[in-house]
Structure formats: C-alpha cells, structure tokens
C-alpha cells in the first residue's frame, strides 16, 4: 500500500509542477521519485510480516508476487518518463498532464497486481484503462490519433463491462469480493453454474487487455494511429501488467483445476502465436508489425499458465524479457521517426551506417523478441518451452517453436533494410536520452540473459 500511495503523490505532484511553473525539473524529479519508490518498493521484498497481512480491509495484498511485478513496473514506467522529456518538447504546456497520466496509470498497474478484493482489481483495471484511451487519442488533430482513441475506448469499454460483469457473477456464487474467501470456497465440489460463467467473462475481458486471439482485432490500428510514446506504454508496460493480473486472477479462482480450461487456453496460445505472426510478415508500418508481434508474444504469454505450479517466476521472466527488449525497440523507432509522418520500413533503411549504435540496438532488441542468444529473449523461450513439455503439452510447444522461425522473417526484414538499403538522408543528431535509455533498456536484457537466476529465483 505504502507503494500505491507514493506513486499516487507522486502523481498529484506533477499536476502541481505545472501551476509553479516547474516544467524542466518535471522528468528528473519525477525518475527521481520513480526510484525513490522503487527502493521502497524493493525493500518490502523481504518483509515476511507485511505478507498476506490484511490492509484497509485486504484490499491491498503484499506479496513476493506483487512487489516483483510492482518493481518491474516502476522500472519500465522510468524508461517511458525520460523519453517523454523529449518526445513531448514541443508540447511544454502538456507535458505535465502526460506525466502525471503516465503516473497515475502505474497506480493502476500497482492496484492491479496487488489486488486482494475484486473491487479493487477492477478499480485499478479502470485507471489504467483510462489513463490509455486518454494517452492514444491525444494527438487531436490527427485523425488516426482520433481513430485509435475512439477504437480503443469502444472495444475497452465492452471489455470493461464483460470484466464487471463477471465480477458481479463471481459475487453471487461467493457473496463475497475478497479473493483468499472466494480461493477457499473455490475448492468446494459443488460451484453454481454462474461461478463458471463469471470465470469465463473474467477470461475474455483480460484476452482483450493482452491483445490475445480472437480479440485482436483493436491492437494494430490502435498501436499505429496513437502517438509512439503512448504505443510504447501499451506494447511493453500495459501488456505486461495485464498478462500479470490475468495469472493472479486465474489463481485465485482455481481456474487452472479444469482439464477444458487448460485446452482453451492451450488452443487460444496457439492461434495467438500463429495469427500474430502471419499477420506480421505482411506489415510494411513498423508499429502495426510490432502489434501484430505483440499478439504472438502474448500467446508464449499464456503457455506458462498452463502450468500454474512453475507460471509466476517463468512469467516474471519472460515479461521483463520481452518488455525490456520493447523499449529498446521503441527508444530507436521514436528517435527515426519522430519528424517523418508514418513508421514504415523505408525510414529505416541504412540506419546502420548513418548510425551504427541505435541500428545494433534495435537489431539487439529485435533479435531478443525472435528469441537467438545471447539475450533474455531466447533463455525466457528455452525455459517456457521446458516446463510446458513437462506439463504434457508437446503439439503447443511444437507450435511455438514453429512460430519463433516464422517471427525471424519480420524481424530480419527491419534488420535488412538498416543494413542492405541505401539510406535516405544524412545522420542527424541523436538526444541523449534516446541512446541512454536504449542502451540501459538493452544492457538489463542481456545482463538477465546471462544471468537468468536474478530473476527466476525471485519468486521460488
């Protein structure tokens, strides 16, 4: 809780910079903040008397679980602020707003992960929500910006109420929002048939969060009309926290008992993976070929809930992996295309030799989302990869591996056009903060790929 209330003053204090006219000292003070709480954060890690020890009446749970996934949060959440410094420079009258929203939607992220009553899951679901729709259609007088706003508000809003409606399922088969009574009497033989169903809502809202098959069909022209910032937030810190809540939730409501549950899930994984991927390979826009990337990652995603034992610390990894490697991605997309008026591939082309670092950066990052070592990339596949053959689900893993040769095809057509294509126009100057938070972002990919125990042993 101590978290969820210093990210929220924090929040308020942004909004307040503006009034004083503090508009340089926003980024620093603001990742200043970010790191003062993820310290906080962190040292909660090992602080057994603050687990699973009732706070405003268990609305807010403590756990291994939750101040992982909570540090890996704020971490990203400083990588999109100090990119925002630049990206919004000629919006220093806003720049305020878009910090705070940045902010505040890490309350939610908080809330979500830390949930310990459903009223709040679907509290911090809404923020976050929110905080997104504002964020994608905050280009105003761009009519793509608008129409992914409008698209992304409708398409949310419909999953919000399926998500609602489903708590209000799970209520009246438990008479009760608290998530360790509704665990208990879970267990129970005898479920009424609305229980079920209330899981099943549960289950679709999130699949839509996580950009999941068949309810895709928002992610690429939401992920190409917004503003690159906020694609970035959604590729990297929004699917991270949704995938997160999505096994939270599934563990609290037993839901991996079912043998059928499993071959859902298994088939959904599958598609995902498989349409994400296909898709890709025809995108010219890099951001819609990294939203339909997205879409495949989201099915490796739920291969580890198939083994709900072993899913928390291969999730972890396998979340901080691929979020890490997106916005090392996007650190260079924003730098490339900030003046152009669209991302597609031509903006790229000989990127390697007008500037070699941010082409081995992205290249780096790209080759860690197909899953090649050295990066985390490959090792969060490898060990993904282990523990569903040893759940019995070979054909998925098959699958999978099927589809990580496929996702090398995309990949490698970036790649190409930086380093085979005659480049456009001469090198230009690259901002500090762009190679600095790219090369952080990439440097944490490998160090967790050579060392996989920093982040597996966490939650064991």
């Not at 926003?26 to 200043?32: D, F, N």
């Not at 400083?78 to 305020?96: M, N, P, Q, R, W």
């Not at 709040?120 to 905050?138: D, R």
């Not at 998925?396 to 126009?425: D, H, Q």
Request: net charge neutral; proline share 2%; aromatic share 12%.
């Amino acid at each position: 809780m101590n978290t969820l209330i210093a990210i929220s003053g924090l929040g308020v204090f942004c909004l307040i910079a503006e009034i004083f006219n503090l508009r340089k000292l926003l980024v620093p003070v603001t990742i200043l903040g970010l790191l003062v709480i993820l310290g906080l954060t962190i040292s909660e890690f090992n602080t057994p008397e603050l687990f699973n020890n009732p706070m405003y009446n268990n609305m807010i749970v403590v756990s291994k679980f939750s101040v992982a996934f909570s540090s890996l949060f704020i971490i990203l959440t400083i990588f999109l602020v100090a990119l925002s410094g630049d990206f919004y420079k000629e919006h220093l009258t806003k720049i305020s707003d878009f910090i705070a929203i940045k902010i505040f939607l890490l309350a939610g992220a908080v809330a979500m992960i830390s949930f310990g009553n459903l009223s709040m899951f679907f509290l911090g679901i809404e923020v976050l929500s929110i905080s997104l729709y504002i964020l994608a259609g905050s280009k105003r007088l761009d009519l793509k910006s608008n129409e992914a706003g409008m698209k992304y508000f409708l398409m949310g809003s419909f999953a919000s109420g399926i998500i609602l409606f489903g708590i209000c399922l799970i209520y009246g088969a438990m008479t009760s929002f608290d998530v360790e009574y509704i665990k208990s009497l879970s267990r129970s033989a005898e479920l009424p048939i609305w229980y079920t169903i209330g899981v099943i809502l549960l289950l679709i809202g999130m699949l839509f969060k996580i950009a999941a098959v068949p309810f895709h069909f928002w992610a690429p022209d939401v992920y190409e009309g917004s503003p690159s910032m906020t694609t970035a937030t959604m590729s990297t810190l929004a699917k991270v926290v949704a995938m997160a809540t999505l096994f939270k939730l599934l563990d609290v409501l037993n839901a991996d008992i079912d043998y059928k549950f499993q071959i859902v899930l298994a088939i959904v994984s599958v598609l995902s993976m498989t349409v994400g991927n296909i898709m890709a390979l025809r995108q010219n826009n890099v951001k819609r070929m990294l939203a339909f990337s997205g879409i495949s990652h989201a099915g490796f995603m739920l291969m580890a809930l198939l083994s709900m034992a072993t899913a928390a610390s291969t999730l972890l990894y396998y979340t901080a992996a691929y979020a890490l490697a997106g916005i090392a991605s996007f650190a260079v997309i924003i730098y490339v295309t900030r003046d152009k008026e669209n991302e597609d591939i031509v903006n790229f082309n000989g990127l390697g030799k007008t500037n070699p670092l941010m082409a081995a950066i992205l290249t780096a990052s790209l080759l860690s989302m197909a899953g090649i070592p050295i990066f985390s990339g490959f090792f969060a596949k490898f060990i993904l990869f282990t523990q569903t053959i040893t759940t019995g689900y070979l054909v998925v893993v098959i699958a999978a591996v099927i589809n990580s040769i496929i996702s090398v095809g995309y990949y490698f057509k970036l790649i190409l056009a930086m380093y085979t294509k005659e480049a456009a126009e001469d090198k230009k100057a690259v901002p500090f903060v762009y190679h600095a938070v790219a090369v952080v972002a990439i440097l944490l990919n490998i160090v967790i790929g050579i060392y996989p125990s920093l982040v597996m042993n966490l939650l064991n």
